[in-house]
Each structure stands twice: as structure tokens, then as C-alpha cells.
């Protein structure tokens, strides 16, 4: 529907009514009832240029933070930060997405819009099951937003709302907020139950004093300060979206729990990014394992921010699944897309692994995306590979790349993605010297939007007998790296202008044995 911008610009309120009386009149056979989603209302192909084909994105409008994602009834919540109105920016709302397997996603009707001044901030859901809150019956457990209310210049305050039909319809508790400090800045709410102390735990960011605030409560209704942590690791930016879950060790029995933080400016890639701490939560206090001037980094990439895990996966599953909102703050509003902008990352399992430097956080890509392979272009192949060799077959717009480089005495290996004329290529390299693994996107596309866009990621990595283990995928405007078993990762957007999609191995100064190769070409979720 192409309604002029300045029509949403009055307020939300009014410009709902007019919209909506835009299509009972324009769209008479599509009916009024029908267009309560803004995000939903479309025929799209989700074919334009640069639209991701296997990661989730808003039909049109603005998306940022991942919200609210929870797990119930064989659905896949995602909730997310979403503009109805616009495609920057402003009258922060709950956009609504279900998969019944993490890939594949149905968009629903926006499920928490801004009123009265108070937009929908940051914030995550809980499936109260023994209705705590009184919201529902024991029988129709209640699905609980917590949630950021954000009244511009004046104060951010933590709400709640429910839903008694699998999310599908909210509404707002009548006694918000449920905190209250006073604060400007005080935001994104993760919530979840501590069976150990029989009660929710709610950890919440303030942002400007770099801390995070945990609290407990019977109900979800009343809070009670329990204790705070920070500032630590990276202060370079703004706290926010913080994330506390319990993490198993790969290979050992036990556990540790991770506090997720991310940074609004100043992370590793630059801009908005991750980081996390290792420690015991015992379910008063998080308490770090590390020095408190140690900064672990989630993503090396760029495109990686407001990283938040799913609730209620059940106990049979056991996997702790979280996903990224692929963009950056420093150039977010500014991406080449349209008619909507930002894409989730692939949902990741999280795992924590002992290494020398002590125990850091695995990602490995979730198993259900392998249903979206078609037949394998290389399968399980073994290649030798002096200078640059591009694999034969092995051309897909949509790609997923899993192997292992011995590098031997080479001085650099790696692969190259969408390579156009000339110089126009993605790189993922390793340099053997300076032990780093990297993303180089310096020419990968259009990048005139920001000056900062075009750039080279890296990431410390040792490799132990030179060997390094690589899982890619590559869609339409993005690529992931995942290297020695999910230690590494590094996700980026690119913006290739061209519609070539061979992939290359290359080796500098030297020969590297490539193993256990294997590529494959992924089908659209939307074919
Ligand atoms: C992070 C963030 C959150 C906030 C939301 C507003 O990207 O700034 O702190 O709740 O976005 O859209």
C-alpha cells in the first residue's frame, strides 16, 4: 500500500484510522478487518533486491531489537522491535512472527502498538504456567510481555501484558508500569522462572551507569531489587537488551551461567555489538568468573546486536536458542533495502566450551536449517589448493559452506563469496601470521551509505595443527561465519550488486588441503 510517509507522520492513533479507512475503501474486497497487520497485509514475493531468503524479515518497515521470544504450544515466538509506519526508526512497537521450526515464519498482526505517548520498548515473554499472575487458568496457562514502556525525554518504565490465545491478541496489564525508578533510562527486561528460588527473575539494563539490575517476583506483577552488576568489560557504550541463562560445557558435565550485554557503540567491529560474562548465578547475584576488565565479545562481525535467547524450550529439546538482530546502530537507518530494513541472524545454539584461556561460548546454527538444503553441490570432498581455485559446481545464490583448511605452511587461506567483475568479492581468510580470522567487505558491494560500512572484521583464533573448521552461510545480502565449532563467529551484511555467486578457496604462499568440503544450494523460504 503506498500511503504517503507524511500520513504516519501525524500520530499513530490517527494515522491507524486513516490507513485503515485508506483500505476499506481502496481495498474493499480484502475488507477492514483484515488490515490490523501492517506487516502482514502483503502479497510480497519477499523477492527484491538484497531481501535475505532464509533469515526472517519484516514484509515492509523498519525492524530492529528481537523481543519476546518464547516458546509454546509447537510455536516459535519472535516478537521484534517494529515501525508500522515507517521504514527508519520511530513508534516502537511488537511486530509478531510463529515458525514451528525456526526457519520457516508466518507474520501475524503487530501484537503491542504505542499508545498514549508510551511506545514498546525492548523486552521478552514468559509462558506462566502455574498463572502466577492470575492472568489466565491453570488449564490456559497466560503468555507475559515485560517490556520497556519509552515516553520520549521523559522515562522508561517496565510494563506488562498478556495474552490467553497463544499470543495472537494482548492486552495491557491496567496497573503499569510494574517499575518505576524514575529513570530516562532504564530498559529491555529479560524475564524468566528460577525453579531453584521458586520465583521470576527479571534482569534489566541502566544503561548509562553500564550496569545491569537484577530483580525477583512472585507474580510478574511486583518487583523486588535483588542486586546489580557492572560496569565491566566494555563501558565504550550504552548497556542494553541483557540476556542471564545457564549454559552447559561442551564435553563435560556441568554448567555456568552467561550474562549477555550488548554495547550501543564502540564493540570489536565497531558500532553497536555483544559481549558476555562467564560466571554463577545463585539467584540473587550474578557473580563474574573473570576479571571485571576482560571483555569477551559474542560476534566479530558488524551486524550482530540485541542477541537475546528463547524461553521455554522444553526440557526434552534442552537447547538454549538465540538470535541477533543483523544490523548496526551506526548505520542501521541508512541500509540499501526497501521496502523494509533489517533481518533477524540464523537462530544459533549456545553452548560453552573449555579452552585455554578458560570457558567461552559456543555458536553452532540450529539443525533445523539443514532441512532448507537442496542436493549437495560438493559432497564430502577432499582438494588441494595452491592460489585461488574456484570449486566447480559449486554456484548458488543461496549457500552453505562446511569444511576443514589445513593450512600447512601457507601464509593465508580462506574463501571468496560473490565475486563480480573485477575486484567486487566478499573474503573469509585466516592469516596464518597474525593468528586472525576475518570478513573482509571492503569490496563486497554497495557500501556508499556509511563511510564506515566498508571494512575488515577479524577475530583472534589459534588454530591448533593448523587446521581451520569453517561453516558459512551466504544469503542474499549477508553472510555468517561460524569457524572452529562455533568459538568464532562473524556475521556481516553485504550489499553485492551483482548476480554472481560461484565460491572460491584460495591459498597464499603455499598449498592447503582442503577436507571433509561439502556446499550446498538452500531453498528461499518463501519458494
Ligand atoms: C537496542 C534498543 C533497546 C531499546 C530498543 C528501542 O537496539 O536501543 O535498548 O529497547 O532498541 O527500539
Not at 152 to 177: C, F, L, M
Not at 253 to 280: C, H, K, M, N
Not at 379 to 395: H, K, L, Q
Not at 424 to 439: H, N, P, Q
Request: hydrophobic share 40%.
Amino acid at each position: 500500500m503506498q500511503v504517503s510517509r507524511s500520513l504516519f507522520d501525524l500520530t499513530p492513533i490517527a494515522a491507524n484510522v486513516l490507513r485503515i479507512l485508506f483500505v476499506c475503501l481502496l481495498v474493499p474486497l480484502v475488507g477492514c478487518a483484515t488490515d490490523e497487520a501492517p506487516n502482514a497485509d502483503e502479497t510480497r514475493a519477499f523477492d527484491e533486491p538484497s531481501r535475505p531468503q532464509f533469515h526472517f524479515s519484516p514484509a515492509k518497515n523498519w525492524m530492529n531489537d528481537p523481543n519476546g521470544m518464547v516458546y509454546h504450544a509447537g510455536e516459535y515466538h519472535l516478537f521484534y522491535q517494529y515501525n508500522p509506519f515507517g521504514e527508519k526508526w520511530g513508534h516502537m512497537s511488537w511486530g509478531h512472527a510463529v515458525s514451528p521450526d525456526l526457519v520457516n515464519w508466518e507474520h501475524l498482526p503487530v501484537a503491542l502498538y504505542e499508545e498514549d505517548g508510551v511506545m514498546i520498548f525492548s523486552g521478552s515473554a514468559v509462558v506462566d504456567h502455574q498463572n502466577t499472575s492470575g492472568f489466565g487458568t491453570p488449564d490456559n496457562p497466560p503468555m507475559v510481555a515485560i517490556y520497556t514502556g519509552h515516553e520520549e525525554n521523559v522515562r522508561q518504565t517496565q510494563h506488562i501484558a498478556y495474552s490467553t490465545d497463544n499470543g495472537r491478541n494482548w492486552t495491557k496489564y491496567a496497573d503499569n508500569p510494574v517499575i518505576d525508578l524514575n529513570m530516562k533510562d532504564f530498559r529491555d527486561p529479560k524475564v524468566f522462572w528460577h525453579d531453584d528460588t521458586d520465583r521470576w527473575i527479571m534482569v534489566v539494563a541502566l544503561p548509562r551507569e553500564y550496569k545491569v539490575q537484577l530483580y525477583a517476583s512472585p507474580d510478574l506483577k511486583a518487583w523486588t531489587f535483588l542486586s546489580d552488576f557492572g560496569p565491566a568489560g566494555s563501558t565504550d557504550g550504552i548497556w542494553e537488551c541483557p540476556d542471564l541463562f545457564e549454559l552447559p560445557i561442551e564435553g563435560e558435565a556441568g554448567s555456568r551461567w552467561v550474562l549477555e550485554v550488548d554495547i550501543g557503540s564502540g564493540a570489536i567491529a565497531g558500532g553497536s555489538g555483544g559481549q558476555y560474562f562467564v560466571g554463577t548465578f545463585d539467584g540473587t547475584t550474578f557473580t563474574n568468573d573473570n576479571p571485571d576488565d576482560l571483555t569477551l565479545w559474542v560476534d566479530y562481525g558488524a551486524d550482530f546486536y540485541a542477541g537475546v535467547s528463547w524461553a521455554d524450550i522444553p526440557e526434552a529439546d534442552g537447547r538454549r536458542i538465540f538470535l541477533a538482530w543483523m544490523n548496526n546502530w551506526q548505520y542501521a537507518q541508512d541500509i540499501p533495502t526497501s521496502p523494509w530494513r533489517s533481518a533477524q541472524s540464523l537462530p544459533r545454539t549456545l553452548q560453552l566450551r573449555n579452552t585455554p584461556d578458560g570457558l567461552r561460548l559456543t555458536q553452532r546454527a540450529v539443525r533445523e536449517l539443514q532441512g532448507l538444503r537442496s542436493d549437495a553441490l560438493v559432497a564430502d570432498e577432499s582438494m588441494r589448493i595452491t592460489s585461488e581455485a574456484v570449486i566447480p559446481g559449486a554456484e548458488a545464490e543461496l549457500l552453505e559452506f562446511s569444511g576443514t583448511l589445513q593450512l600447512n605452511d601457507a601464509t593465508a587461506a580462506g574463501l571468496t563469496i560473490r565475486h563480480g567483475d573485477g575486484d567486487k568479492k566478499t573474503l573469509i581468510g585466516y592469516d596464518a601470521a597474525r593468528e586472525v580470522i576475518y570478513v573482509d567487505r571492503t569490496q563486497s558491494g554497495i557500501s556508499d551509505f556509511h563511510e564506515d560500512f566498508a571494512a575488515i572484521h577479524e577475530a583472534p583464533l589459534k588454530l591448533a595443527d593448523g587446521t581451520l573448521s569453517l561453516h558459512v552461510f551466504v544469503d542474499r545480502s549477508s553472510v555468517e561465519v561460524l569457524a572452529d565449532g562455533g568459538l568464532v563467529s562473524i556475521t556481516d551484511r553485504i550489499f553485492p550488486e551483482e548476480e554472481t555467486h560461484a565460491l572460491e578457496l584460495w591459498a597464499n604462499e603455499g598449498a592447503v588441503d582442503a577436507s571433509a568440503v561439502s556446499v550446498w544450494s538452500l531453498n528461499s523460504i518463501y519458494e
